[in-house]
C-alpha cells in the first residue's frame, strides 16, 4: 500500500471514530424525577437573568408579571405571555415540561390548533441557557411556592 493511501485511510477512521465519539455522548440535559432546576445556584441564577432579559422580558415581563388577561385569547385568537411569578401556572408544571415548552414550544404538548407566540428556543438557547432561565425564574419565587414546586417534581410520573 502506498503512504498516500495509508494517510487518506488513517484520515477516515479518525474522523469515524471522533464521529462515533460524539455521537455515543448522552445528552447534556437529562430528564428527571426530582427536578433539575438550582434556584440556590447563584451563578447559574445570575446568567438566567440575563438570558431571561434579553429573550423573555419582552413578552412575560422584566418582573415576570406577564401580559395582561393572560388566561384569555387576544382577538386574533392568541393567548397572551403568562406571568412566570408565584401569580401564574409556571410553577404547576414539572422541571421537564417547563424545559420541554421552552425549548420546542407549546404547540408541541398542546398541538398545532393552540395559539400562542411562545417562540421554541430549540437552536437559539442551549439546553443550560434554557435551564439557567428557568432557575432564574423558579429563584424568585416565595419559599412556599419554591417547595410546592420540589414536592410536585418529587412526586412519580
Given amino acids: 500500500m502506498n503512504k498516500s493511501l495509508v494517510l487518506?485511510?488513517?484520515?477516515?477512521?479518525?474522523?469515524?471514530?471522533?464521529?462515533?465519539f460524539f455521537i455515543?455522548?448522552?445528552?447534556?440535559?437529562?430528564?428527571?424525577?426530582?427536578?433539575?432546576?438550582?434556584?440556590?445556584?447563584l451563578?447559574?441564577?445570575a446568567q438566567g437573568e440575563l438570558i431571561y432579559e434579553q429573550s423573555c422580558a419582552a413578552c412575560h415581563g422584566v418582573n415576570l408579571e406577564g401580559q395582561d388577561n393572560w388566561r384569555s385569547p387576544d382577538e386574533e385568537?392568541?393567548?397572551?405571555?403568562p406571568p412566570h411569578d408565584e401569580s401564574g401556572h409556571t410553577?404547576?408544571?414539572?422541571?421537564?415540561?417547563?424545559?420541554?415548552?421552552t425549548k420546542f414550544g407549546s404547540a408541541a404538548f398542546?398541538?398545532?390548533?393552540?395559539?400562542?407566540?411562545?417562540?421554541?428556543?430549540?437552536?437559539?438557547?442551549s439546553d443550560?441557557?434554557?435551564?439557567a432561565v428557568l432557575s432564574y425564574i423558579k429563584s424568585t419565587w416565595?419559599?412556599?411556592?419554591?417547595?410546592?414546586h420540589d414536592e410536585l417534581d418529587a412526586q412519580p410520573q
Avoid at 8 to 20: D, E, F
Avoid at 24 to 36: A, C, E, I, V
Fill in 77 to 81: 385568537g392568541f393567548l397572551p405571555a
Fill in 8 to 20: 487518506i485511510l488513517s484520515g477516515i477512521i479518525l474522523v469515524g471514530g471522533v464521529a462515533a
Fill in 128 to 131: 443550560e441557557d434554557i435551564i
Fill in 43 to 45: 451563578e447559574l441564577v
Fill in 110 to 125: 398542546a398541538g398545532e390548533n393552540f395559539k400562542s407566540r411562545m417562540p421554541q428556543f430549540e437552536g437559539l438557547l
Fill in 91 to 101: 410553577w404547576h408544571h414539572r422541571d421537564e415540561l417547563l424545559f420541554d415548552l
Fill in 142 to 148: 416565595p419559599e412556599e411556592i419554591q417547595k410546592r
Fill in 24 to 41: 455515543m455522548q448522552p445528552p447534556k440535559y437529562q430528564p428527571s424525577t426530582t427536578g433539575f432546576l438550582k434556584p440556590g445556584n
